[in-house]
T-cell receptor, first 112, second 114 residues
């Protein structure tokens, strides 16, 4: 069974630029999560989808972050414009039933 | 208040010994789940073990066991017979069924010494 796929693995951008991350969850997993993990900290949930609907986006900085999950499968997370404090690893995870989550390898973003 | 507290930023254990990683949680929900994840230096989060709030027996998965003490709101991870490959960050997490939110702790860095 293929795992959660994410791309790109690494991205370096300048502040005020835009960036997008892509996630392909495990086939059949209805729930998809995006997390931000700043160095030395635990993951922080940004947004949770159930199929193509948003379940929780209370910690998503909506002035600059957006996410979508069209057709209830792939998802993209966008930052526009990026700030220095957005430097982090962005983790995507999926779950078949909202219980255990399976994580992708993450995208390491550096904002200079 | 922190939902998940991991008080040990770093731990060392001798190879083949057992080690306990501490985790306490805070919730007013009656129904919740507790998880442990391993994050090696490669960065990927690996699911280790799950305990439901209504499970009466402690969860076990191979060398991993979860010491669940509901009254004390603790969910410590026990790794038996430590191996060098166990060196990694370990995160405790909780899912509250009300609101369906996940919370992660700040993690414990485990180093296994040969």
């Amino acid at each position: 069974e293929a795992g959660v796929a994410q791309s790109p693995r690494y991205k370096i951008i300048e502040k005020r630029q835009s960036v997008a991350f892509w996630c392909n969850p495990i086939s059949g997993h209805a729930t998809l999560y995006w997390y931000q993990q700043i160095l030395g900290q635990g993951p922080k949930l940004l947004i949770q989808f159930q199929n193509n609907g948003v379940v929780d986006d209370s910690q998503l900085p909506k002035d600059r972050f957006s996410a979508e999950r069209l057709k209830g499968v792939d998802s993209t997370l966008k930052i526009q414009p990026a700030k220095l404090e957005d430097s982090a690893v962005y983790l995507c995870a999926s779950s078949p039933s909202g219980s255990e989550q399976y994580f992708g390898p993450g995208t390491r973003l550096t904002v200079t | 208040a922190q939902k998940i507290t991991q008080t040990q930023p770093g731990m060392f254990v001798q190879e083949k010994e057992a080690v306990t990683l501490d985790c306490t949680y805070d919730t007013s929900d009656q129904s919740y789940g507790l998880f442990w994840y391993k994050q090696p230096s490669s960065g990927e989060m690996i699911f280790l073990i799950y305990q439901g709030s209504y499970d009466e027996q402690n969860a076990t998965e191979g060398r991993y066991s979860l010491n669940f003490q509901k009254a004390r709101k603790s969910a410590n991870l026990v790794i038996s017979a430590s191996q060098l490959g166990d060196s990694a960050m370990y995160f405790c997490a909780m899912r509250e069924l009300t609101g369906n939110q996940f919370y992660f702790g700040t993690g414990t860095s485990l180093t296994v010494i040969p």
